[in-house]
Each structure stands twice: as C-alpha cells, then as structure tokens.
C-alpha cells in the first residue's frame, strides 16, 4: 500500500473558532467539505483532542473562516500549532463576533456561521456536520493545503523575521538551513540562528529549530 | 446570507468506482476529506439519487481515483453528467479490478481502494465513511474543482471537436459563443454549431446548447 496517494487529495484551508463562555478559542483545519444544498450544511472533521472541539459539543455554534493566499501566515501558526486551552489565539489579531461565534480579524475568503446537527465519531477524530446560518463573501484566492506547503514554507512573509535573511546578499555556500522541527518552516541563516528568533508560521524559538543536510 | 463565500471552499475531483456484480458503476464528487490517520479513513459525501451509493450500500467496496489536470476531461463529463443506471460509463476508456472495485484506465494522481464502514444519513446526501485498504501512488497534478471551472471549460482539449474552432482565424466578431446547457461548457463557433458537434466533456449533443449572450 503506497500511502502517498493519500497526499494527492485537495484540501483548502479554514479557521474554526466557538466561544468558550466569553472566551474564544479556534483551530486549523483542511478537512472542509459542503454536504447538501438545501438546506445548506457542511461536514467538518476535528481531532478529540482539540480542544475547540469540546466547545463546539458544548455550544454547537462555531464560525470557519477560509484562508486566503494573503492571509497572514502566523495566524496558520498561531491557530495551527497551540492550543486554545492554554492560550489565547485571538490575542494578536482581535476578532468579531457574529452570532456568538468568533471570526479572528484578518483577511479571509469567507466567512461561515454554522450551528451543529450532528457529531459522527470516528475513532481518533470527530465529522460535525452543521447547518448554514450564514455566510459572508470576502476577498482573494483561497487558499489550498498544496499552496501552503509549497509555497509558504519556502518564502518568509514581508513582516516575517527571516525576510532580511533571505536576501541575496549573503555570499553562495556561507548560508546554513534550518528547518522548525514544530511545523516544517525552513530558513536559512549565515552561521547560527539569531537568539531571539523566531518562527514566523508557529512562534516556535531557535531551540525549536534543527540544521536541514 | 451570501451564499457565494461557499463558492471559496477547495476541493478536488474524484472518480467514486464500484462493481454492481460484474457491472462497473461510478460517479463524480468533489467532496472527500482524510478523517483519521491510524487507520487510514477517508470521508465522501454522495447523492441519495446516485446509483454508485446504491452499489457501496450493498456491497461496502468503493474506489477512489484523484483526478489530475491531464486526465482525459470526457472521464468528468461521462462521469459526472450521466447516470450508471442506465449507462456504462467505463466502455469507452475500459477499467482494471482491484479487490472487487473498478479503476477506470487513464491518467490518475492517485488510487484508493476503501470499504465502507459507515453511512451518514444527511438529508439529500449520505456521507460514506471507509477504511483504505490500498493505495496505488500516480502521476500529475491533483486537478482542483476551481482549475475544472477555470481552465477547462474555458478550453477545448486538443483531441476535442472544438479545438479548430478556438483557434485563432476566424475574424472578430463572426464567432458565437455557446454553452452546454448540461454541464456549462463553452464553445464558440463560426455562426451555428455543427450538427455532428458533441460537447468534449458530457457528450450532449447540438440540441442541448444554448447561444450566450
């Protein structure tokens, strides 16, 4: 069985976010489907160990937000890499609230509000199939699992610490690669990696870091 | 509610096969998510009215097949714009038997072959959960359900009756644009369009096109 063919599915890119109580909490998630039309209702799946989960099964109202390409990456880290049960994601960024339900501020595709109907365990992981309650058109191109390994790891953002590294100032063969051993993120350094450096996609810090070759 | 920020979820194209005793059958999707890593699981979502569930209920024995952008894009037509009812779908490409499901011949990033292990009654649509069983890597890449919108009905294959057509001799203005009323696909021709002329990706003929515009 050659699993690789599994990396050929196409997935997009979304943030969940619930309220716990007054406090919002949210993931990253690819797996995003829409099931049926009328009424409108789409099919999630989260891990049980997520805590966003737990507070969807408390409340059953949670928001997805569709990634765009020029959504700010640290917010795939930010929501990608922590947990909400010891950290407030929406610190850095702020968000909305529609009805009880929290969109992290940013630009984004889009916006849905969905209520829970039903919840379908699946072992190591939850489908939550909910129903539309809204929905709000934004800007720009979604964007895809694929897009987001391929190109995101490979460039720093403008506002990213590694932006100045990867300037081709740098003499051939002096740089040495390192890739974040959290979330996959390379950058390359002259020599070592600067002390307070840190990863622009999870917030990850230099120790966190391993030379790629 | 703007319904159109649904327009913004990604998703890929899938040829869903399975055998109805020594028939083959199948369909297009567009909705398949990975659910759980260990063991490998995988999540569809089919229409009631589809033949293809009728089979997977009887006999649990589907196949995945990942659509690329070199795929022969008559596969989605006959796929996706036809019935197995009443129509053999694979006669024209001819199909390989894996573990009791059918791989239609052609160019695939990918095969999957499942068994279900769950049906999810959602309305109009019942989501088919199922165990992988193998997984057979291939070749391209994954053609998007938005590179299908975007791409290839704005172009004609090479082999299709409309390639001549696109080209670039007539004189501006004589031409006039045409779209299948079936599957969306358009075409444009020097006044009328051909009486033997077929739609290169569903097959409907002259009769189920419409003049835009």
Excluded: W
């Excluded at 930010?78 to 950290?87: A, M």
């Excluded at 990863?199 to 070759?213: D, L, R, T, W």
């Amino acid at each position: 069985m050659d699993k690789t063919a599994l990396f050929s599915l196409t997935y997009g890119l979304y943030v969940v976010g619930s309220m716990d109580g007054d406090r919002p909490v949210g993931c990253i998630i690819n797996t995003c489907f829409q099931v049926t039309c009328e009424p409108p209702t789409l099919a999630i799946s989260l891990n049980k160990n997520n805590y966003t989960l737990e507070v969807i099964q408390k409340t059953q109202q949670y928001s997805l937000s569709v990634v765009a390409e020029n959504t700010d990456p640290s917010i795939i880290g930010q929501f990608g890499f922590y947990s909400s049960r010891d950290t407030d994601k929406y610190s850095d960024y702020g968000f909305t609230e529609n009805a009880g339900t929290p969109l992290v501020n940013g630009d984004f595709c889009g916006r849905l509000i969905l209520e829970a109907i039903k919840f379908v365990d699946c072992g190591t992981h939850v489908i939550v199939i909910g129903q539309l309650k809204d929905a709000i058109a934004g800007k720009g191109t979604p964007m895809t699992y694929s897009y987001y390994h391929r190109v995101i790891k490979g460039k720093a953002p403008k506002n990213a610490p590694t932006y100045v590294a990867e300037e081709p100032k740098a003499q051939e063969g002096t740089k040495q690669k390192f890739r974040c051993n959290l979330c996959g993120y390379e950058a390359e350094f002259e020599g070592d990696i600067p002390d307070d450096f840190k990863c622009p996609i999870c917030q990850a810090g230099k120790n966190m870091f391993s030379k790629v070759e």
